[in-house]
Structure formats: structure tokens, C-alpha cells
């Protein structure tokens, strides 16, 4: 909130704090006009004047505030318009007809202005949307609207309050044609949001047009929620991820490996501290003492998705780096969930700007934390990569390396060297629409 609008929130509190302390403003008034009377003073008949008049202005200032609003449709204008011109023509002809017309057209519209604001009268409204979603997924947001009045609520348009951060092309409102008297609805609206990052929605707008259709009443309920929107995630293309890892590679990795028990590699005697799960009992029964299987012992496959989102000023116009680095972090959270969908164990190194290391892991959780840093990551104003590659040096190890950035392939790599990757993967992204060569893309 930025400090115009809120010392506009703090003068509108005091203002209706005033509101509600007016009698004592009142009965200062009049000690202050006895006062006057008095003693004759001019000057005191003014501070009582300014005094009563005080709690006016307060109410006035407290209405001008309220997200009411009042106007007149396309209708309401044609009909003050012959208004007008029924009471001009009967003023000139003396016709009572004419009389009749214009009184009628100004009565319907002042009946909507009055019909219209009833219809707000108690009347509760609740969104609840999902915390977290993926930029351009499609989010149902369920809005419950309860009427405690004793008469039905009619004709009324239930939308989100100030969508700079949706789609326009998504329209998030619903429309409830009658709300029955003691009554809860439960309705739904769709939309998306575009950008990634910590989105704010900041209420509900209602609005009616009850009951002629000549005047629109308008009013926003104050409903903050943030909703975290990760990156947008494609389908990676065959063959992105699939490049061959160097013959050593496995003979430089760490001993930790993970059995896989659908394999069994021989058979060995019993010792203290074996599981019972792995005794063979048919082999035990015919030998006469235990024998367990030795399972075959597998390495763990563990990838590392590092992010090089810098993007040069002298490399891409200044109105394609923004969405340069979109692609970019969208293309690492394609990759991320492409390989946690293949069973690997997957981590995330970037700089947000600051580097961030996060190790490898198998479970859902780490992928959703690697999108969450996406979701939040600015890019860095610098170029330098030394600190990211010494951090996540330990994380790369024992993990294929997989290189996202927007600088050329060759500058990467020689930034990276500190890294001490053996054949890492590197995509890189030229100019903005260069994400199609390494996923596929919605139609």
C-alpha cells in the first residue's frame, strides 16, 4: 500500500469515528452559541457554526469513501432525457398528459434508486479460491452469498473486484437471478491468472440493476486473498532430456545406492540384523537353516535444474527481457516436473537474486518447493555465476545437470565451470519464442 492511499484510509477512519462522536459535537455547539449569545462575540458564533457543521462534513467525507456507487444505464439516460423534454413540452403547452409522462419517467427512476440499494441490505458474501495455481491453469473459484433480509434479493451480478492481475479474456462473474429470503447460494466462476508471483485478489464487486434497469448499483466487498502462481508448465519434447551421461559417470559417483527388491542378485546365509522379509523359506526349509536374498543394488538417478535467468542489455531489446526470462523460468519448471515425472530425484539451483541451492529430492513436496522459488524469483541484475556454481557444486555431484539460460551456450558453460559438471545438458534461449524448440505448446 503506498503511503497516499494510506493516510486516505487513515483520514476516512478519523472521519468516521467523528461520525459516531457527533452528539458531542452537538451539545459543544451549543454551550458555545450560549456562550455567544452572551457575551455578544462574533468570533464564538463562527466556532459554533464550524462546530455543528463539523459532523456534516465528517458524514459526507465517511459517503464519498463508501465503494457504493450509483449510475444511470443507457436506459436510465434515455429515460431522464424524455423526462426532461415531457416537462418542457407540458410547461409550454399546459398539457397534463405531458405533466403525467414526465412525472412517471422520474418516478421510475428514482423507485430504481431505491429498489437498487435495498437489494445490498444484508447481504453476506464469501469467495474462497485456491492458494496456489499454475499461470494460464484455469482456477474455479467458489463464491457462497447469503441473504438474511426477510424479502428475495433479485437481478443481482457477483464478479471479482479489480482484475488488473487476471485474464481479460476470462470473465470471473456469475449472475443470480433471485436470492430466496433466509436463503445461501453456493455459485462458481472461472478464470486464470498470466503472470507468475504472489497475486492479490482484493474483493467481490457486486452489482443490480433491480428493478427497471434503469440505474446500476455498484458495490465492492473487501475479500483479500493472495494466491501464489507458479510458472506455466509444458510437455518437454522427446529428446530434450534424453542426452547420454559420459561412461564414468557412474564409476565418480558416491556409494550411496537404493535396493530394488523385485531383483534378486544370490542367495546368502542368515545373519543377525537381516530382515525377516528377505528370508527365502522354500531354499531354508530345504537346507535346514536360513537363508536370505541379496537384492540387487541400483543407483539412485538425481537431476539439478540450474537457472541462469541474467539476460544482457545489448543482447535483447529492453521490451523482450521480461518475457525472455518468463520462458525461462517456465522452461525450468517444465523440466523440473518432466523429471520428477520420470521418477528422478530432482533439485533446483538458481539465483532469486540471491543464489539458492535446493538438493535433490524424490517426493512431490521438493518439486512444489522448486516451483514455489520460481514463482517468487526476480532476475538478478548481474552476471556473474561463481557463487551459484560453488554453492551447488556438492548438490551436482552425483546429479545430471541440467542448464537453463538466456545467455549463449558456450558463455554457460565457461560461467559454470566452477560447477564441475561432466556433460551437462544446456538450454539455451536465444530470444523470446525460443521456449517452442524445447517443449510443445498449447494450440
Known amino acids: 500500500m503506498s503511503e497516499s492511499v494510506a493516510y486516505a484510509d487513515t483520514f476516512v477512519g478519523r472521519a468516521r469515528t467523528f461520525v459516531k462522536l457527533r452528539a458531542i459535537a452537538y451539545a459543544a455547539g451549543l454551550l458555545i452559541g450560549l456562550a455567544a449569545l452572551g457575551t455578544g462575540s462574533h468570533a464564538l458564533l463562527y466556532l459554533m457554526a464550524l462546530v455543528l457543521l463539523s459532523p456534516a462534513a465528517a458524514a459526507l467525507v465517511t459517503r464519498a469513501a463508501k465503494t457504493q456507487r450509483a449510475r444511470l444505464t443507457l436506459e436510465g439516460r ?13 410547461l409550454n403547452t399546459g398539457m397534463n398528459l405531458l405533466y403525467f409522462l414526465s412525472s412517471l419517467l422520474i418516478a421510475l427512476v428514482f423507485v430504481s434508486v431505491v429498489a437498487s440499494s435495498l437489494v445490498f441490505r444484508s447481504l453476506f458474501v464469501r469467495r474462497r479460491a485456491p492458494s496456489r495455481v499454475s499461470a494460464g491453469e484455469r482456477l474455479q473459484v467458489d463464491v457462497s452469498v447469503r441473504n438474511q433480509k426477510r424479502i428475495p ?28 429470503a433466509r436463503e445461501q447460494k453456493r455459485v462458481s466462476y472461472e478464470t486464470r491468472f498470466l503472470r507468475r508471483g504472489e497475486q492479490k485478489l482484493l474483493g467481490i464487486a457486486l452489482e443490480t440493476r433491480f428493478p427497471f434497469g434503469l440505474v446500476a448499483q455498484h458495490i465492492e466487498v473487501a475479500a483479500p486473498q493472495t494466491v501464489l502462481v507458479t510458472p506455466a508448465v509444458f510437455r518437454v519434447r522427446a529428446g530434450v532430456l534424453d542426452k547420454d551421461a559420459p561412461a564414468d559417470a557412474a564409476a565418480r559417483r558416491l556409494v550411496a545406492t537404493d535396493e530394488r ?18 528370508i527365502h523359506w522354500k531354499v531354508s526349509a530345504r537346507r535346514g537353516a536360513l537363508v536370505v536374498k541379496d537384492f540387487e543394488r541400483t543407483e539412485p538417478k538425481r537431476a539439478l535444474v540450474v537457472l541462469d535467468s541474467w539476460v544482457c542489455e545489448g543482447h535483447v531489446p529492453p521490451e523482450d527481457r521480461e518475457r525472455l526470462v518468463e520462458e525461462a523460468v517456465s522452461l525450468a519448471a517444465s523440466v523440473l516436473v518432466a523429471l520428477q515425472a520420470r521418477g528422478e530425484k530432482v533439485g533446483l539451483a538458481a539465483r532469486v537474486p540471491a543464489p539458492l541451492v535446493q538438493p535433490p529430492e524424490r517426493s512431490e513436496h521438493g518439486t512444489g518447493r522448486a516451483l514455489a522459488v520460481l514463482a517468487r524469483l526476480e532476475a538478478p541484475a548481474d552476471r556473474d555465476l561463481a557463487d551459484l556454481a560453488r554453492q551447488a557444486r556438492r548438490a551436482a555431484e552425483r546429479s545430471r545437470v541440467v542448464i537453463v539460460t538466456t545467455r549463449p551456450e558456450e558463455e554457460a558453460r565457461q560461467a559454470l565451470l566452477a560447477l564441475r559438471a561432466e556433460r551437462p545438458t544446456i538450454l539455451a534461449l536465444a530470444a523470446p519464442g525460443d521456449l517452442s524448440r524445447f517443449v510443445e505448446m498449447p494450440a
Open 78 to 90: 434515455l429515460a431522464f432525457v424524455f423526462a426532461i423534454g415531457f416537462l418542457a413540452a407540458a
Open 153 to 180: 434479493t433479485f437481478a443481482l451480478l457477483v464478479a471479482e473486484a479489480r482484475t488488473t492481475c487476471l485474464d481479460p479474456a476470462t470473465k470471473p462473474a456469475v449472475f443470480l437471478a433471485e436470492i430466496k
Open 261 to 278: 527388491r523385485d531383483v534378486v542378485r544370490s542367495l546368502r546365509d542368515y545373519r543377525p540384523g537381516d530382515h525377516p522379509r528377505a
